[in-house]
């Protein structure tokens, strides 16, 4: 370790050992990093790949922490996040290095009479996580922006990809599948649709938000994925005399928030984490909650719901040191 240390901060990186994951992760939880360190641009992320292969060393990527629940051991390897990026901007399309936020994104593109990214309206987190989990609201996610992604693949190459071979589908992209490709920038193609309908609808959104969501607790957004509609759900539901809205089959999707509601889960509390009253797909931080917390939580919802309903549950929380 102390090697691969002194190698990296030959190359003038400042590195941190044994650094609390919790500081970066907005559920606040989470232990050390054997390493963690920041890379300022994609020549000197590819250099300290360089290093951490040839040592054998694990690593991951992180961004904004949004989507993350990491272990109370913390994670046994280096932790690289993306420096806070620039975007380039020529005409209609936007090159975003990884590390932009999708709220500068949204602002800025905005501010240049750009529209189209509505749907990543109050959703936190950077550009390269957003991509990898094709983050989005009402339907809408970065697969309907993205035109092509830059991308550091398992030989230390810069490669290409289309919107198209990023095999976006919901919450899902190629990036998922190889967990090892680090994402470096994008290009998002936006329109110039009507800008004051555009603001308009971000400003409904971002208030729906705050009335809809559990504010001032840490969290990771939502902890399940919505789920698949199939008839053979919505009998089962109904057989629970649940009434299933109209919207469900229209949107083929079987809010996770609704079901757990209805098995009057919210509430429930393991230590320090809670399922949000406000949103029973939320769990939050009461204070000093521990990933092992958090993981009991989700277990007795699986449980809870594959009992009295047979569906099974699937993460949309990404786990890192488990
Ligand atoms: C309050 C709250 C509300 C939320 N609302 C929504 C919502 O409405 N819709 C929604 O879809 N999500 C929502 N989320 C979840 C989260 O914000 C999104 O998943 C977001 O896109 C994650 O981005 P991030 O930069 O924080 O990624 P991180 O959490 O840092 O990482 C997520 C995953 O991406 C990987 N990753 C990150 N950067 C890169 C990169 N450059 N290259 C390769 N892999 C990378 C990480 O290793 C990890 O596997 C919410 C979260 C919170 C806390």
Known sequence: MKQIIKELQKLNIAVKENEPLANHTTFQIGGPAKVYLEAKSPTELLEILKIIKQRGLKYIMIGGGSNLLVSDAGYDGAVIKTNP???LIENNLITA???CTLAGLIMKTLDLGLTGLEFAAGVPGTVGGAIKGNAGTYGEAMDKAVKTVDFINDNLEIETCTGQQCNFAYRHSIFKEHDSWLIV???LQLTTGDLAA????IDERLAYRTTSQPHGYPSAGCTFKNIAYTETIAENLKKLNWELSPKFKEYQKIPASWVIEKLDLKGKTIGKAQIA????NYIINLGGAKADD???LIGYIKQQVRDKTGIQLEEEVRYVGF
Request: hydrophobic share 40%; no cysteine; proline share 0%.
């Open 277 to 280: 009253e406000k949103h029973a």
């Open 85 to 87: 990026g620039e975007l």
């Open 294 to 296: 958090v993981i009991r």
């Open 97 to 99: 290095d990884a590390g």
């Open 198 to 201: 555009s603001r308009k609808l």
């Open 185 to 187: 920038s994008a290009v």
